[in-house]
C-alpha cells in the first residue's frame, strides 16, 4: 500500500485531478480540442522543463531560464525590425541561449560558483539585458512577420473529429520533438549516462574518468539553448515580445521536474516523468481556467499540490 | 568491583557482523588497553560506548546498574570522555574556544564572551598536560598535527561540574605525536589513575601498551578473545592473541613470481605536499606502500591517477612516456584505481551495479562511444561479477543495497574491466569482513600472476607483509625505504614508518 502511494502518489493524483475536471465540466474538459489546447499551451513548459531536467539529473538546477526565454524572444524581435529572416533571427536567438547556458556551465564548473548564486546572478543580468535591448517596451505589430506568428497557431490537420476540425498545434510538435530528443539524450547516450553518474556521487564519477566539468558546461549550455527556443516559441504563441514574458517558466519548469521526480524509484529526474509533471501542472491550469477560479487561488493551489506530492514521496520513502 | 562491565555485546552493519559477542570489564583506578587488528571491532565498540551507534544487543552496567547509551549526550553524562583520531574539530576557531566548545563560555555580564578568562581556562587545561608552548588565543588550524592531537586530548580533562569524569576513552592518541607529548600524555593518564579515574586505551604500540596500561582485553573477528593482567604477558603472547593464526595463513600464497619487465617507472616524480618519489613496479609484483597516517600515500596515489598534477619528474608506462592530466588519461592508459573511500569516491550508490560497473569504460562499452547498449554492459557486468565473486541478485541491483564488502567488490569488478596494467590499490580492504577480505587478497594474486603491476597502500602492517613483494615506507612526503617483504615482521615494518 505504502510502496504504490509512493511510487504512484503522483499519478493516482493526477488521475482525481482529471476525474474531477470531467465531472464538473462534462461538455468541454474531455474533449480533443480542449486536449490538443492544452497540449499548445504547455509544449512552452515541456521544452524549458525539458531543458531543466538536464541539469537537474546532475543535481543541479538553473534559475535564469526565464529570462533567458524573455531575452531570446526579445532578441528575435528586434532582428526581425532589421529585416532579418525568419530562420535567421530565430538561430540567433537560439544561439543566445546557447551562449548563456555555456556562461552559467563556465561559471558553476570552472570558477566554482554555487548554481543557486551563479544563476541568481545571470538570471538578472539577462533579465536587465532584455529590458536593455528592448528598451522596456514590448515588441510587437508590423516588425514581427506574420509567418512567425502564424506559425503557432498552425498545424497538421488530424482531420474531422465528431464534426469538429482538430488539428495538432505546430508548438506541440516541436515540443514532441524536443522531449524526444531530451529523451533519448538522457536515456539512450553515454552522455546521459554520465549526467546521472554525476548527480549520484560527483567526486567518484570524476575519479571514474567522467570529465565532469566539461559535461556540466555542456549540460548548461543546452538547458540555456532549449530555455530560449521555449522563448521564441512564446513570441511566435503571442506574436510579440516583451522583457518579462519568460517570467513565469523558471518555477513552473522546477516544479514539474520536482513533481515528476516522484514518480522515480529513487527520486531522480527522467524526462518522461518531468512530462507528467508539466502534464499535472498544465490540466490543472486548463481546468481551473475554465472553471473561472481566480489565477491568484490557482497560485495557491498549484503550490500546494506540489508540497503535498513532494511530502508524501519523501514521507513513504523514509517509512520504507 | 567493577566501573563498566559490557556482556555479549553484538552489533551487524546491514546484516555484516561487526561484534559478535564482546565482553569487556574495567575496574575503577585501572588502564584497560583495547587491542585487535584493524577491522576486529574495536572502533565499533568505542561508538557503542560513546552513544553514535546503538548495539543490536548490550548488557552494560556501571557500578552494577545497567545503563543505556542512547546518545553521546548521555554517555557523557555517565562521565565517559573520548579522545579519537578523527575528533571534530574548528580550524578556524581559537584553541581556546575548540577546547570549551559545547561547554558554557565565562562571560561578562552575562552577555558578552569573557575572551581573558576563556583564554586563561585554556591555558590551565593545557598546563595539566605540562604544555606551555601553545597560545591558546591562536587559531587551531595553525599548529603542528601534534599539537592539535594535544589540544584535542587536553579538552577531554577539562573538569565538568555534574557529570564527573570516570571513564577516558583513549583511540591511537600518540599516533601524530612525538616521544616527548606522549610521554606528557602518559604522566597524565597516571595521575587520573592515581585519582581514581579509569582508562580505555586504544593502542597499536605494543610496547606503550606494555609500558602504561595494567589490563589488556583483546577482541579478533568481532569476538573478545581474552583479557590479561599486562603484568602476567609478554609482548609476543599479546601480538599471538591478537592475530590468532600466523600471518602467513591470512593471505593466499602468490601463484608466480614478478615478471622482469617494469610496467611503471616513476624518476623523481614531484608529489604535492610531499617530495620528489623514485621506484618502479614490474609486472605481476605487488609493491606495498606503508606508512603512519597521511604521510603521503593518498597524494601519491592521486598523482599516479592523473588527479593531482606532478610538480616535477617523469612517469613511463610499458616504456612509454606516461603524463596523465585527469582520472579519464589514467584509465585510458590502462590504470585502474580503488579509492580509500568507496561510498564517497567509489560508487555511484543510486545507480544499479553495471552502471557502476561500466562508468569508466563507457565509451569502449557503447556503440560508437555514443549508444548505450544496456545488455552488452550487463552481460560485461556479470562476467565481473564472477570474476571478483561478487554476490548480488543480479547487474541491475542498486549498489546502495549491497553489504559493504559487496560494494567493494563493484568497485574492483569496475577497476578491472578494462583490463588495467597497473592498479592502484587504497586500503582495498578497509571496512570488509573476514570472508570478502580473502576473496580480495585472492583476486589481487590472480591479476598480479596474469601480469598486472599492484601498488597496494595500506595501513594494515599484516596485510602489507602478507601480499606485498616489495614495501616502500613513506614519511613525510618521502620514500625513506623500499624493503622486500619476505622476513619482514611488524614490528620492523612499524618502526620503519617512524623512522626509528
Not at chain 2, 581514581?196 to 589488556?216: F, K, N, Q, T, W
Amino acid at each position: 500500500m505504502l510502496t504504490v502511494l509512493r511510487r504512484y502518489g503522483t499519478l493516482i493524483g493526477f488521475a482525481a485531478i482529471l476525474i474531477f475536471f470531467w465531472i464538473s465540466l462534462p461538455d468541454t474538459f474531455m474533449t480533443a480540442r480542449n486536449w490538443l489546447n492544452i497540449s499548445q499551451q504547455m509544449s512552452m513548459l515541456i521544452v524549458a522543463a525539458a531543458g531543466m531536467t538536464i541539469v537537474m539529473v546532475m543535481g543541479d538546477f538553473d534559475l535564469s531560464i526565464g529570462s533567458m526565454a524573455s531575452l531570446a524572444g526579445i532578441v528575435a524581435a528586434i532582428l526581425f525590425s532589421f529585416d532579418y529572416p525568419i530562420w535567421a533571427a530565430v538561430s540567433i536567438a537560439l544561439i543566445v541561449g546557447l551562449a548563456g547556458g555555456a556562461v552559467n556551465g563556465l561559471l558553476i564548473s570552472f570558477v566554482g560558483i554555487l548554481p543557486f548564486v551563479a544563476t541568481l546572478a545571470t538570471l538578472t543580468m539577462l533579465s536587465g539585458a532584455a529590458f536593455v535591448v528592448s528598451g522596456g517596451k514590448t515588441i510587437s505589430g508590423r516588425v514581427i512577420p506574420e509567418a512567425f506568428g502564424n506559425f503557432a497557431r498552425e498545424g497538421i490537420s488530424l482531420g474531422n473529429w465528431g464534426g469538429v476540425a482538430v488539428s495538432l498545434p505546430n508548438l506541440t510538435i516541436v515540443a514532441l520533438i524536443v522531449a524526444v530528443l531530451v529523451w533519448v539524450l538522457l536515456e539512450q547516450t553515454t552522455f546521459g549516462r554520465r549526467l546521472y553518474a554525476i548527480g549520484g556521487n560527483s567526486e567518484a564519477a570524476h575519479l571514474s574518468g567522467v570529465a565532469v566539468r566539461k559535461l556540466k558546461l555542456i549540460a548548461f549550455a543546452l538547458t540555456g539553448g532549449s530555455a530560449a527556443l521555449a522563448g521564441v516559441m512564446y513570441a511566435s504563441r503571442v506574436a510579440s515580445a516583451n522583457p518579462t514574458q519568460g517570467s513565469g517558466l523558471m518555477l513552473n519548469a522546477i516544479a514539474a521536474v520536482f513533481l515528476g521526480s516522484t514518480l522515480s524509484e529513487h527520486g531522480e529526474p527522467r524526462l518522461l516523468y518531468s512530462i507528467v509533471g508539466v502534464l499535472v501542472l498544465g490540466v490543472l491550469d486548463n481546468g481551473l481556467t475554465q472553471m473561472s477560479v481566480d489565477s491568484y487561488v490557482r497560485q495557491i493551489l498549484v503550490g500546494g499540490i506540489i508540497i503535498l506530492a513532494v511530502s508524501t514521496s519523501s514521507y513513504t520513502r523514509r517509512l520504507r | 568491583m567493577t566501573l563498566l562491565s559490557l556482556k555479549d555485546v553484538t552489533k551487524a552493519y546491514g546484516g555484516v557482523p561487526a561484534l559478535k559477542g564482546v565482553d569487556l570489564s574495567v575496574a575503577p583506578g585501572e588502564i584497560h588497553a583495547l587491542m585487535g587488528e584493524n577491522g576486529a571491532g574495536k572502533s565499533t565498540l568505542i561508538k557503542i560506548l560513546a552513544g553514535v551507534v546503538a548495539p543490536d544487543h548490550a548488557d552494560i552496567r556501571i557500578d552494577g546498574q545497567p545503563v543505556e547509551i542512547g546518545s553521546p549526550r548521555q554517555a557523557h553524562r555517565l562521565g565517559f570522555r573520548f579522545i579519537h583520531q578523527e575528533f571534530n574539530v574548528v580550524p578556524a576557531l581559537s584553541v581556546a574556544e575548540n577546547i570549551f566548545m559545547g561547554r558554557q563560555y565565562p562571560t561578562r555580564g552575562g552577555l558578552f564572551v569573557d575572551w581573558r578568562k576563556l583564554n586563561q581556562a585554556a591555558r590551565d587545561t593545557l598546563q595539566k598536560l605540562g604544555i606551555t608552548h601553545i597560545d591558546p588565543s591562536r587559531p587551531l588550524g595553525s599548529l603542528s598535527l601534534g599539537d592539535q592531537m594535544l589540544v584535542r586530548i587536553s579538552s577531554a580533562f577539562i573538569g565538568d561540574d555534574g557529570a564527573p569524569a570516570r571513564l577516558y576513552v583513549l583511540d591511537e592518541p600518540t599516533a601524530a605525536l612525538n616521544r616527548g607529548e606522549s610521554e606528557r600524555l602518559f604522566t597524565v593518564l597516571r595521575e587520573l589513575r592515581a585519582s581514581g579515574a579509569s582508562v580505555l586505551y586504544v593502542s597499536h604500540r605494543l610496547d606503550e601498551v606494555m609500558a602504561i596500561c595494567d589490563m589488556a582485553t583483546v577482541v579478533r573477528d568481532g569476538r573478545s578473545i581474552d583479557t590479561r593482567r599486562i603484568a602476567d604477558i609478554t609482548h609476543d603472547d599479546l601480538v599471538t592473541l591478537m592475530i590468532g593464526r600466523r600471518v602467513e595463513e591470512a593471505y593466499p600464497p602468490a601463484i608466480a613470481a614478478p615478471r622482469a619487465e617494469t610496467v611503471l617507472a616513476a624518476q623523481d616524480l614531484g608529489i604535492r605536499g610531499g617530495r620528489n618519489v623514485s621506484f618502479q613496479v614490474r609486472a605481476g609484483e605487488v609493491l606495498g606502500i606503508a606508512g603512519i597516517a597521511n604521510a603521503g600515500q593518498r597524494n601519491l596515489l592521486r598523482t599516479l591517477f592523473g588527479d593531482l598534477a606532478a610538480t616535477g619528474g617523469a612517469m613511463t608506462l610499458a616504456g612509454q612516456p606516461y603524463r596523465p592530466r585527469s582520472p579519464a588519461d589514467a584509465w585510458r592508459a590502462g590504470l585502474g584505481y580503488i579509492p580509500r573511500e568507496r561510498r564517497s569516491e567509489g560508487l555511484v550508490l543510486s545507480r544499479p551495479i553495471f552502471e557502476n560497473t561500466t562508468l569508466p569504460h563507457l565509451a569502449a562499452q557503447s556503440r560508437w562511444r555514443t549508444w548505450l547498449t544496456p545488455p552488452r554492459e550487463k552481460r560485461a557486468a556479470s562476467e565481473q561479477g564472477e570474476l571478483v565473486r561478487l554476490k548480488a541478485s543480479g547487474p541491475g541491483q542498486r549498489v546502495r543495497e549491497l553489504s559493504g564488502g559487496n560494494q567493494q567488490k563493484v568497485v574492483f569488478a569496475k577497476a578491472l574491466l578494462g583490463k588495467p596494467r597497473l592498479l592502484l590499490l587504497d586500503e582495498p580492504t578497509r571496512g570488509v569482513d573476514v570472508g570478502a577480505k580473502f576473496d580480495i587478497y585472492s583476486i589481487i594474486r590472480d591479476m598480479a600472476a596474469g601480469g598486472m603491476g599492484v601498488v597496494l597502500v595500506s595501513s594494515d602492517l599484516p596485510e602489507l607483509i602478507g601480499m606485498a613483494d616489495r614495501i616502500a615506507v613513506m614519511r613525510d612526503g618521502a620514500i625513506t625505504d623500499i624493503v622486500a617483504a619476505a622476513g619482514l615482521n611488524e614490528e620492523r615494518l612499524l618502526n620503519l614508518c617512524y623512522g626509528r
